[in-house]
């Protein structure tokens, strides 16, 4: 598909570094997000180079529809069909030669898309990925429990150990975006790095491009939360008896709760075994959820 006219600004970078900049959409795919979206777009707003921003709702039933358009985002609407869907809808729609994908319970630094983009736009890479995502509420007593449960440092949502490559896109071509059949529909949590499995296209890892992701703050978000990732075991099919075998196995409520207690101890956050009974009780229904009625979705 020929393009038209690309619309670059030249931009300052720290350190005296300088790049072309082209046209570039971010798509926030939306399913109930009242309580985060606003703080979402405005930090995308902030960024140190002009985007187009659209937000996809995935058929949200609360007031984040009415949030953006207050903003004065352009939405397209869907019924719920999962990120992957509202993503590839978002792409289809978008003017930008470079699509940034970000969920809407996201924030980030000022030049953290410039950064996501310079390796494309230098031609060293035709996806990037964030590496350095720090905790947006670590205030939060529930929020550090996720933390500690997953066994990372404090204050964030990734290793230490920064590799080269990842699964995952956080920015990718529009074209080869469009051109590999986008993102999988139907495969849940793994539907970001379907393209890369299914191209061997990974993502080339920017380490100074900071954000900041929402950890759980309650039980019932936690409930929600973990009853998906459950549901998530048994999404792909010739997986299944390993996987769900896996979960039976080594993440049952009783190993859980000891983990929760160890660590409650150890982090001195006595929320830190009921963090761990409601995770793992959540894990174990969303799976034989899943097994039962083949949903897969939030």
């Known amino acids: ?162 590799p080269e490559y990842e699964e995952i896109y956080r920015a990718v071509k529009k074209d080869f975006f469009l051109n590999s059949g986008g993102f999988a529909v139907g495969e849940g949590r793994a539907d970001d790095s379907s393209i890369s499995k299914r191209t061997g296209v990974l993502a080339k890892i920017v380490s100074d491009a900071v954000c900041y992701h929402r950890n759980v703050e309650g039980i019932s978000e936690l409930l929600r939360d973990s009853l998906w990732q459950g549901r998530n075991v048994v999404v792909k099919r010739e997986n299944r008896m390993k996987s769900s075998l896996i979960t039976l196995v080594y993440k049952n409520p009783v190993c859980g709760i000891l983990k929760g207690i160890i660590l409650g101890i150890k982090k001195h956050e006595p929320r830190m075994p009921l963090y761990a009974m409601v995770y793992s009780a959540g894990m174990y229904v969303g799976l034989f959820q899943a097994l039962l009625n083949k949903r897969y979705t939030k």
């Not at 979206?37 to 949200?60: A, F, H, K, T």
């Not at 983009?117 to 905790?135: K, L, M, Q, S, Y």
């Open 1 to 162: 598909m020929a393009l038209g006219p690309i619309k670059t600004e030249v931009m300052n970078l720290p350190e005296n570094k300088s790049m072309i900049i082209p046209s570039v959409t971010v798509i926030i795919p939306v399913y109930n997000e009242e309580r985060s979206i606003e703080n979402c777009i405005r930090s995308l707003r902030n960024q140190s180079v002009p985007l187009e921003i659209i937000v996809v709702d995935d058929g949200s039933k609360d007031n984040s529809v009415k949030i953006c358009e207050g903003l004065g985002i352009k939405v397209l609407k869907q019924n719920h069909q999962g990120p992957g869907a509202a993503r590839n809808l978002g792409a289809r729609n978008a003017k930008g030669e470079i699509l940034i994908l970000v969920d809407a319970d996201m924030e980030f630094e000022t030049y953290f898309v410039a950064k996501l983009i310079a390796p494309i736009t230098e031609g060293d890479a035709v996806a990037t990925c964030h590496w350095n995502e720090r905790v947006a509420n670590w205030n939060n007593p529930w929020a550090r429990c996720q933390t500690w449960f997953l066994g990372l440092p404090d204050k964030r949502r990734q290793p230490l150990r920064v």
